[in-house]
C-alpha cells in the first residue's frame, strides 16, 4: 500500500526525530523541562495566559469538564458531527450531552439551536471547530454570557486556523487541541487546554497527576509531604513528546500555508462541477483545513467511497452523527434528532489533506473523483 494516499498522517523530519532521541538521553522522561516548555509555546503561539498538557486530547476534554465543574445531572450542548470523545467527555463526568443541529453553510454547530436546547440544567457549551473552520465564538460566549455557560471548545481541528484576526482558542474559556498524527501538529498521542483563567489552569494541573496538590512547606510538614484533594488520574504527556511537539509547533504555520493551498487547488477544481458541492469559509474566518469535505449531492456516496479507495485513494467520512452510535442510541437518543446534520452525513466525503501531499498527489485525487462523478 506504499503508494495509498491517506486523507492525514503526520509530516516529520529528521530534526524532529533527533529531538525526541536527544530527550531519551536526558535526565526526565516525563515531567521534565519539556513540558513546560511546550505549554508555553502553544500558550504563547494561541496568545493565552496558560496551557496543561495531556497524554492525550480526549483526556485533556475530561480535564476541561472537571474544571468547569460539570456533574451528574448537569446538561452540555455540542454538535453531532464530531468525533465521538467531544460527548463522552460529558459522560465521563456524569452529565447529560444534548445535541444541538448544525449551521448548513459552516457545518459547525448553529448558534441558534444551541439556544433553543438551552434548560435550567445547562452547565456548559462544547462547540466544535469543524475541519478547522473556527465555530462562530463571539455568537456563542454571548449566548453563554447571557446563560451562565462554560464554554470548552474543542479545537482539535483548529490550532493556528483564525477567527476575525484571532488565532482559535483565544475567546471561550477553555480550548482542547489535539496532537494526534493527522491533526495539525503531532506528538504522536497528546492534548492541550489552553485558557486565561487561573482557577481553570489549576484545577487542571491538578486533575493529570492524581488530584493531588502540593502544600507549601511548613514548620508543621516535611518536605516530602502533599496532599490528594480530589479523585484525578494520571493524563501526564511524556518529555519525549512534548520535545516532539516543540520540534513541530516550528511548522504549524507552514503545514497551515500548505494545507490552504491544497483546499484551494480542490475548490478550483470542483466548484463547477455539477453534484460536488465544496466546503464554504466564512470572509473573517481562516481555516486551518484540518479536512476537505465534499458534498456528493446525486451520487451513491459509497459507491464514489469503494471506487476511489479501490484507487488507492483514502477518502474518509467525518462523522457519522455521534448519536447514532449504539452506546448513545441505547441511552435514548434517536434518529431524526438534528435532521441538517443527518443529511449532511449522509452526503459528505472526506479528501485527502496533509502537509505532505504532492501535486501528483493531489491531481490524482481531482482527475479519479471527476471521472467517477460523471460515471455514477
Ligand atoms: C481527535 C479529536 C478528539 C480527540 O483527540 P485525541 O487526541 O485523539 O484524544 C476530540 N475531538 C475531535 C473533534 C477530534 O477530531
Redesign the pocket.
Given at each position: 500500500m506504499s503508494n495509498f494516499i491517506s486523507y492525514g498522517r503526520q509530516c516529520l523530519d529528521e530534526d524532529d526525530i533527533q529531538v525526541v532521541i536527544d530527550t531519551l538521553r536526558s535526565p526526565n522522561l516525563t515531567q521534565g523541562p519539556k513540558i513546560a516548555e511546550f505549554e508555553h509555546e502553544i500558550a504563547d503561539y494561541v496568545g493565552v495566559k496558560y496551557a496543561v498538557a495531556?497524554c492525550?486530547?480526549?483526556?485533556?476534554?475530561h480535564g476541561a469538564c472537571y474544571a468547569a465543574g460539570i456533574g451528574d445531572g448537569d446538561e452540555v450542548i455540542t454538535s453531532p458531527i464530531?468525533?465521538?470523545?467531544?460527548a463522552n467527555?460529558v459522560r465521563y463526568v456524569g452529565g447529560t450531552v444534548v445535541f444541538a443541529d448544525i449551521d448548513a453553510v459552516t457545518y459547525n454547530i448553529d448558534p441558534l439551536q444551541i439556544t433553543a436546547k438551552i434548560t435550567d440544567k445547562t452547565k456548559a457549551i462544547i462547540p466544535?471547530?469543524?475541519t478547522g473552520q473556527p465555530t462562530d465564538i463571539d455568537e456563542i460566549m454571548a449566548i453563554a454570557n447571557e446563560h451562565n455557560l462554560v464554554v470548552i471548545e474543542?479545537g482539535?481541528?483548529s490550532l493556528g486556523a483564525t477567527y476575525k484576526g484571532r488565532k482559535a482558542g483565544t475567546t471561550a474559556h477553555m480550548t482542547?487541541f489535539?496532537?494526534?498524527p493527522?491533526?495539525p501538529i503531532t506528538t504522536a498521542?497528546?492534548?492541550i487546554i489552553v485558557t486565561d483563567n487561573e482557577e481553570y489552569y489549576k484545577k487542571l494541573i491538578k486533575f493529570r497527576s492524581h488530584g493531588i496538590e502540593q502544600v507549601p512547606y511548613s514548620a508543621k510538614n516535611g518536605g516530602w509531604y502533599y496532599e490528594m484533594t480530589d479523585l484525578g488520574y494520571n493524563y501526564r504527556m511524556t518529555d519525549l513528546q512534548a520535545a516532539l511537539g516543540v520540534s513541530q509547533l516550528k511548522k504549524l504555520d507552514a503545514f497551515i500555508a500548505r494545507r490552504q493551498e491544497i483546499a484551494a487547488k480542490y475548490t478550483e477544481a470542483f466548484k463547477d462541477v455539477e453534484g460536488i458541492t465544496v466546503p464554504k469559509q466564512l470572509d473573517d474566518t481562516a481555516s486551518g483545513w484540518?479536512l476537505y469535505m465534499v458534498q456528493l449531492e446525486t451520487a451513491d456516496r459509497k459507491q464514489v467511497f469503494d471506487t476511489m479507495r479501490l484507487a488507492n485513494i483514502g477518502v474518509h467520512v467525518?462523522?457519522i452523527p455521534v448519536y447514532w452510535h449504539p452506546y448513545y442510541r441505547n441511552l435514548g437518543y434517536e434518529k431524526g434528532l438534528c435532521p441538517l446534520a443527518e443529511a449532511w452525513y449522509e452526503k459528505a466525503l472526506t479528501l485527502p489533506v496533509h502537509p505532505g501531499l504532492t501535486d501528483e498527489e493531489i491531481e490524482k485525487v481531482i482527475k479519479t473523483l471527476k471521472k467517477i462523478i460523471k460515471n455514477v
Open positions: 495531556f492525550n486530547g480526549t483526556a485533556a476534554l464530531t468525533f465521538a470523545a467531544s467527555c466544535v471547530d469543524f474543542d482539535a481541528h482542547m489535539s496532537f494526534h493527522v491533526k498521542e497528546g492534548g484540518h467525518h462523522y
